[in-house]
C-alpha cells in the first residue's frame, strides 16, 4: 500500500489479472508440451477462459490465482524429461510455495515426493540427485516458517496452519448438512468457535487440539451420519454446479438452524455447463495420459493422485468449488486433449499419436 497509496486495490486487482493470464498461459504450454501438433492447447486455453467460476476466483482478493500458478508450476517441471539441477530447486521452491499457501498444498507435496522417492527407489538416471535437492530445497524455504511456529507456539506444525483440527470438526458438525451446499460453509465458524471457549488464553494449538478431541467425539457419536455427509462433500467437491450455490443467512431457531433470504448465485450457476464439459473432457482424456508409455503417463499418474487427495481431504472436512478451481486448471491440459480427438476421422490420429510423431 506505500507503494500504489489510494490506488491499491486497482493494483491489486491488475496483479490478479496478470496472474490469471499467466494462468492460461501456462495452460497452453503445458498442452503444447505434450500434444505440440495438435488442436488440443488451444481448446485447453479455451476452455479455462471461458470458465465463468475459474476466472471470477481468480480475480478475486484471495491467493487462489498464485495457488495456481505454482501448481501449474509444479506441473511443468514435472514434465520436463531431463531436468536440470536449476529446475529441480525451482520445483522444491514451487512445493515449498503450495505448503505455504494452502494447506492442500501439504498434499501436492506428499505425492509429488513419493512420485520422486518411486522414482529413486527404481533407479532411474538422476532421480536420487532430484529428490535429494527437491527435498532440501522446500526444508530450507519452509524452514523460517517452523521457526516462527516454534517460537510463537512452543513446537513446530506438521500442518502450515493451526486449524486442521478446527476444519475436521466443522466437517462433523451435523449442522453442516443444513448450511451446504446452500450457503458458505464459513457461516457455521461462530457456532463452531464457542464449543472452546473454556479454554483459559489464546492458545492456538491447544485449541486446535481440542477441536480434534470434539471432532472425533462427533465421529463417534454417529459415524454413519458422518459417512453420508462425507459422500456428500467428496459430491460437492467435483460438482459442476458453485458450492456454495448462494448466498443465505443462518438462523438459529426452536427446530435448529435453518436458512433465510437464501439468494442463489446465478452468475456463477450459469457456467455450469462449461464447468460440466471440462470435468467430463478432462476424465476421457486423463484416462489417454495414464495409458500412455512414456513420459505423459507420469504426469497423469501426479495429475490423478493430487486430485484424489484433494477429494479425500475435503470428503472428510467440507468443501467450496473455489477448493477445486486450481485443479481446473490442470484438468484443462486432458479435456483439450480429449475434445481435439473427439472428431477425428476413423483412422485419422488424435493427439495421442501425434505426440508420437512430434
Given at each position: 500500500?506505500?507503494?500504489?497509496?489510494?490506488?491499491?486495490?486497482?493494483?491489486?486487482?491488475?496483479?490478479?489479472?496478470?496472474?490469471?493470464?499467466?494462468?492460461?498461459?501456462?495452460?497452453?504450454?503445458?498442452?503444447?508440451?505434450?500434444?505440440?501438433?495438435?488442436?488440443?492447447?488451444?481448446?485447453?486455453?479455451?476452455?479455462?477462459?471461458?470458465?465463468?467460476?475459474?476466472?471470477?476466483?481468480?480475480?478475486?482478493?484471495?491467493?487462489?490465482?498464485?495457488?495456481?500458478?505454482?501448481?501449474?508450476?509444479?506441473?511443468?517441471?514435472?514434465?520436463?524429461?531431463?531436468?536440470?539441477?536449476?529446475?529441480?530447486?525451482?520445483?522444491?521452491?514451487?512445493?515449498?510455495?503450495?505448503?505455504?499457501?494452502?494447506?492442500?498444498?501439504?498434499?501436492?507435496?506428499?505425492?509429488?515426493?513419493?512420485?520422486?522417492?518411486?522414482?529413486?527407489?527404481?533407479?532411474?538416471?538422476?532421480?536420487?540427485?532430484?529428490?535429494?535437492?527437491?527435498?532440501?530445497?522446500?526444508?530450507?524455504?519452509?524452514?523460517?516458517?517452523?521457526?516462527?511456529?516454534?517460537?510463537?507456539?512452543?513446537?513446530?506444525?506438521?500442518?502450515?496452519?493451526?486449524?486442521?483440527?478446527?476444519?475436521?470438526?466443522?466437517?462433523?458438525?451435523?449442522?453442516?448438512?443444513?448450511?451446504?451446499?446452500?450457503?458458505?460453509?464459513?457461516?457455521?465458524?461462530?457456532?463452531?468457535?464457542?464449543?472452546?471457549?473454556?479454554?483459559?488464553?489464546?492458545?492456538?494449538?491447544?485449541?486446535?487440539?481440542?477441536?480434534?478431541?470434539?471432532?472425533?467425539?462427533?465421529?463417534?457419536?454417529?459415524?454413519?451420519?458422518?459417512?453420508?455427509?462425507?459422500?456428500?462433500?467428496?459430491?460437492?467437491?467435483?460438482?459442476?454446479?458453485?458450492?456454495?450455490?448462494?448466498?443465505?443467512?443462518?438462523?438459529?431457531?426452536?427446530?435448529?438452524?435453518?436458512?433465510?433470504?437464501?439468494?442463489?448465485?446465478?452468475?456463477?450457476?450459469?457456467?455450469?455447463?462449461?464447468?460440466?464439459?471440462?470435468?467430463?473432457?478432462?476424465?476421457?482424456?486423463?484416462?489417454?495420459?495414464?495409458?500412455?508409455k512414456e513420459g505423459p503417463s507420469f504426469f497423469g499418474l501426479w495429475m490423478a493422485l493430487v486430485f484424489l487427495s484433494f477429494l479425500t481431504v475435503h470428503a472428510l472436512t467440507f468443501t467450496k468449488t473455489r477448493y477445486r478451481l486450481p485443479l481446473d486448471a490442470l484438468l484443462a491440459v486432458p479435456a483439450g486433449a480429449w475434445l481435439a480427438g473427439f472428431k477425428r476421422q476413423?483412422?485419422?490420429?488424435?493427439?495421442?499419436?501425434?505426440?508420437?510423431?512430434?
Amino acid at each position: 500500500m506505500r507503494v500504489t497509496g489510494d490506488h491499491w486495490f486497482l493494483a491489486t486487482l491488475l496483479l490478479q489479472a496478470l496472474g490469471a493470464a499467466m494462468c492460461l498461459v501456462m495452460v497452453f504450454g503445458l498442452a503444447r508440451t505434450i500434444w505440440p501438433q495438435s488442436r488440443a492447447p488451444w481448446l485447453s486455453v479455451g476452455l479455462l477462459a471461458i470458465h465463468g467460476q475459474f476466472m471470477f476466483e481468480m480475480l478475486s482478493l484471495r491467493e487462489t490465482v498464485w495457488f495456481t500458478l505454482a501448481l501449474l508450476g509444479v506441473a511443468w517441471l514435472l514434465l520436463k524429461r531431463t531436468p536440470h539441477a536449476a529446475s529441480t530447486v525451482a520445483l522444491g521452491g514451487l512445493l515449498a510455495s503450495l505448503y505455504l499457501l494452502r494447506p492442500t498444498g501439504l498434499m501436492v507435496c506428499g505425492v509429488t515426493i513419493a512420485l520422486l522417492a518411486w522414482k529413486a527407489v527404481s533407479m532411474q538416471a538422476g532421480a536420487i540427485r532430484n529428490l535429494v535437492i527437491t527435498l532440501a530445497t522446500s526444508a530450507i524455504l519452509v524452514a523460517p516458517w517452523q521457526a516462527f511456529t516454534w517460537r510463537n507456539f512452543g513446537a513446530p506444525g506438521f500442518f502450515p496452519t493451526s486449524s486442521s483440527g478446527y476444519n475436521l470438526a466443522k466437517g462433523a458438525d451435523p449442522d453442516l448438512a443444513v448450511v451446504t451446499p446452500w450457503i458458505d460453509a464459513d457461516t457455521l465458524d461462530p457456532r463452531v468457535r464457542e464449543l472452546t471457549w473454556p479454554i483459559p488464553g489464546n492458545e492456538e494449538l491447544v485449541t486446535d487440539k481440542a477441536f480434534k478431541q470434539i471432532a472425533i467425539k462427533l465421529i463417534s457419536k454417529n459415524p454413519k451420519r458422518v459417512v453420508y455427509r462425507s459422500m456428500a462433500s467428496a459430491v460437492e467437491f467435483i460438482s459442476p454446479m458453485p458450492i456454495p450455490l448462494g448466498t443465505g443467512t443462518l438462523k438459529q431457531t426452536d427446530h435448529g438452524p435453518t436458512i433465510e433470504n437464501f439468494r442463489p448465485d446465478w452468475e456463477e450457476i450459469a457456467f455450469t455447463p462449461v464447468v460440466i464439459l471440462l470435468l467430463v473432457s478432462a476424465g476421457g482424456g486423463l484416462k489417454c495420459l495414464l495409458c500412455r508409455k512414456e513420459g505423459p503417463s507420469f504426469f497423469g499418474l501426479w495429475m490423478a493422485l493430487v486430485f484424489l487427495s484433494f477429494l479425500t481431504v475435503h470428503a472428510l472436512t467440507f468443501t467450496k468449488t473455489r477448493y477445486r478451481l486450481p485443479l481446473d486448471a490442470l484438468l484443462a491440459v486432458p479435456a483439450g486433449a480429449w475434445l481435439a480427438g473427439f472428431k477425428r476421422q476413423p483412422g485419422g490420429r488424435g493427439p495421442d499419436e501425434m505426440r508420437e510423431t512430434g
